[in-house]
C-alpha cells in the first residue's frame, strides 16, 4: 500500500477531503494533490505536515522500507551538508569571521546521522509484540539485557517456535 493509499484511508476514516486536509497541513492543494498523485513521492517536511494535520504519528503513514528510505534521504542531504561547509571552510575567500563560525557551531553530523539511523530502526518495529519486548529489555540493567539475549536465541532453536522459511 502507498503512502498515499494509506493518507486516504485515514482520510476516509476521519471523513475528510484531500483538499481540507491540505489546507489543514498549511499545504497549496495543488501540490498535496500532485504529491498524492506520485504515491510514494512526498517529500518528509509534506509527510511531517499531513501527519500532524490528521493526529497520527508519521510512522502509521509509513512502511518500514518508507522508514528506512527516509532515513537514508536524510543521511545523505546531512553529508551533502557536511561537504558544502567543508568546501566553505577550506576556500580562500570565505571571511575568516564565517570560517571560525562554522567551526564553533558545526554540529558533529556523524552523530547526527547515526541517531537518524538509531531512530529508523526503532520507527520501523511498530509492532505491539516488539514494543513490549524492547520496552521490557529498556528495563533490564547490562547482564540482564545479555540473559534476555541468551533466551531470546534458545527460543529460535526450538521449532514450535521458528517461523516457517517464505518460499519463492
Given at each position: 500500500?502507498?503512502?498515499?493509499?494509506?493518507?486516504?484511508n485515514?482520510?476516509n476514516?476521519?471523513?475528510?477531503?484531500?483538499?481540507?486536509?491540505?489546507?489543514?497541513?498549511?499545504?497549496?492543494?495543488?501540490?498535496?494533490?500532485?504529491?498524492?498523485?506520485?504515491?510514494?513521492?512526498?517529500?518528509?517536511?509534506?509527510?511531517?505536515?499531513?501527519?500532524?494535520?490528521?493526529?497520527?504519528?508519521?510512522?502509521?503513514?509509513?512502511?518500514?522500507?518508507?522508514?528506512?528510505?527516509?532515513?537514508?534521504?536524510?543521511?545523505?542531504?546531512?553529508?551533502?551538508?557536511?561537504?558544502?561547509?567543508?568546501?566553505?571552510?577550506?576556500?580562500?575567500?570565505?571571511p575568516?569571521?564565517?570560517?571560525?563560525?562554522?567551526?564553533?557551531?558545526?554540529?558533529?553530523?556523524?552523530?547526527?546521522?547515526?541517531?537518524?539511523?538509531?531512530?529508523?530502526?526503532?520507527?520501523?518495529?511498530?509492532?505491539p509484540?516488539?514494543?513490549?519486548?524492547?520496552?521490557?529489555?529498556?528495563?533490564?540493567?547490562?547482564?540482564g539485557?545479555?540473559?534476555?539475549?541468551?533466551?531470546?536465541?534458545?527460543?529460535?532453536?526450538?521449532?514450535?517456535?521458528?517461523?516457517?522459511?517464505?518460499?519463492?
Amino acid at each position: 500500500m502507498t503512502i498515499s493509499a494509506r493518507i486516504d484511508n485515514i482520510l476516509n476514516q476521519q471523513g475528510i477531503s484531500r483538499r481540507q486536509l491540505a489546507i489543514k497541513a498549511g499545504i497549496p492543494p495543488t501540490s498535496f494533490q500532485s504529491a498524492m498523485a506520485r504515491g510514494d513521492g512526498m517529500s518528509t517536511k509534506m509527510l511531517n505536515k499531513v501527519a500532524d494535520a490528521l493526529g497520527v504519528p508519521v510512522q502509521v503513514l509509513l512502511t518500514s522500507d518508507d522508514i528506512a528510505q527516509t532515513s537514508v534521504n536524510l543521511a545523505e542531504q546531512i553529508g551533502y551538508y557536511e561537504s558544502c561547509l567543508d568546501v566553505a571552510i577550506k576556500n580562500p575567500d570565505t571571511p575568516s569571521e564565517l570560517k571560525e563560525f562554522i567551526q564553533k557551531n558545526r554540529p558533529d553530523l556523524n552523530s547526527v546521522k547515526n541517531t537518524i539511523y538509531a531512530l529508523s530502526i526503532q520507527a520501523m518495529h511498530t509492532n505491539p509484540e516488539v514494543e513490549i519486548l524492547l520496552n521490557a529489555f529498556d528495563r533490564l540493567n547490562e547482564i540482564g539485557q545479555q540473559k534476555a539475549a541468551e533466551r531470546v536465541e534458545e527460543l529460535t532453536k526450538i521449532p514450535e517456535y521458528q517461523k516457517t522459511p517464505k518460499r519463492d
